[in-house]
C-alpha cells in the first residue's frame, strides 16, 4: 500500500468515526435542561426563545470578547449560519455583558443571535466553565412536545477539533500550523 493510499484510509476511518461519534451523542440519555433565563440588551431572553420556531437549538458556548480562538470559531460560525439557521435555532452565548458582546459581534459583523449569561449560571450548569472562566463549545438541544428542553449533545472546542477547519489547512502545510495563533484582526 502507498503512502497516499495508507493516508486515504485512514481518512475514510475519521469520517466514519466521526459519524459514529455524531450517532452516539444523539443515541445517549438526554440530559433534562431548565428554560434558563439569558439576557440581550433589548431585555432578557429565555433558552425557549432561541429556537427560532424549530424544535432544535445549536448553542455555541463562548469564553468572551477576550479570547482570539473563540473569535475565530465564531467568525467561521458566521458564515455558516445560514445553513444552521435553516435547520435549527442557533445562538452564540458568552459570559461578557450583553452591551459588550453586541458591540463586538456587531464590529466583526457576526449576524446570528447573540446572548449574554452574565450574571447567571448557565455557563456553569451547562458544564462549560472551570476555575470561575468560561470554556468554549457547543450543545445541541431539542424541544419536546410538551416544551420540556434536554440536551442531546455537547463538546468543548479546541484546535483541531471537528468545528474548526482552519486547523487542518494549515496543518497541512509543509511546516504544519509551526506556532500559528489567532488574531483579532490580520
Known sequence: MSDQEFIGAFEDRLVAESRRLAEMHRQGDPEPVGDCA???TAGPVKLSDCFEGKRDLIVIHNMGTGCSYCT????????????????????????????????????RGWRFPLASAHGTTFIADMGFEADGSALPGVSTFFRNDDGSLVRVASEQFGPFDLFCPTWHFLARLRDGVDGWTPKFAY
Request: charged share 25%; glycine share 10%.
Open 72 to 107: 475565530m470559531w465564531a467568525d467561521g460560525i458566521n458564515g455558516l449560519q445560514h445553513h444552521l439557521r435553516d435547520r435549527a435555532g442557533l445562538v452564540l452565548v458568552s459570559p461578557d455583558p450583553p452591551e459588550v458582546l453586541e458591540k463586538f459581534a456587531a464590529g
Open 38 to 40: 439569558l439576557h440581550r
